[in-house]
């Protein structure tokens, strides 16, 4: 199939299925190019091939860093909510000439990744460590109830 230029994909594709936000494709787009860089390395390869698992990870990383601990909201605002999703996605741009793929590919290499959500999430919940010194002081506050500090608590 012939390439066509980006935006003459992402009219035909969401034209077609509009489950995804076309900005959600450019991510994807920049996701992508984001995963090949870091995979490549200082490799002379020019256009690597990237698995479903290594595209959602390369997402998650770029998100987190675009994003930050707003990334789950702005991808669930596109329509990304999981692998699958990204999949989808991958497979429309493909179906429309955007992106090329190997004999290997197929929709269900983007299933049971683990939770996207989770991923975009997890490294802005508390550690134990700090979830335990939160503990202590609400234990704290409470023992002491209405009284006031003295200076040797101070």
Do not use: C
Request: aromatic share 8%; hydrophobic share 35%.
């Amino acid at each position: 199939m012939e390439k066509i230029r980006f935006e003459e994909a992402l009219n035909l594709v969401t034209k077609n299925d509009q489950r995804y936000q076309k900005d959600g494709y450019h991510f994807l787009r920049e996701a992508l190019d984001h995963t090949v860089k870091d995979l490549r390395g200082d490799e002379l390869i020019e256009h690597r091939h990237v698995s479903g698992p290594e595209l959602v990870e390369g997402l998650v990383n770029y998100a987190l860093g675009e994003y930050g601990s707003m990334a789950a909201i702005v991808l669930d605002s596109w329509g990304i909510e999981s692998g699958e999703d990204v999949g989808k996605m991958v497979f429309n741009l493909i179906e429309v000439g955007a992106f090329g793929k190997s004999e290997e590919d197929s929709p269900a290499d983007f299933a049971n990744l683990g939770n996207l959500h989770e991923s975009l999430r997890s490294p802005y919940r508390p550690t134990r460590e700090v979830l335990r010194k939160r503990n202590t002081l609400t234990a704290d506050a409470v023992s002491r109830s209405n009284k006031p500090v003295t200076p040797s608590e101070a």
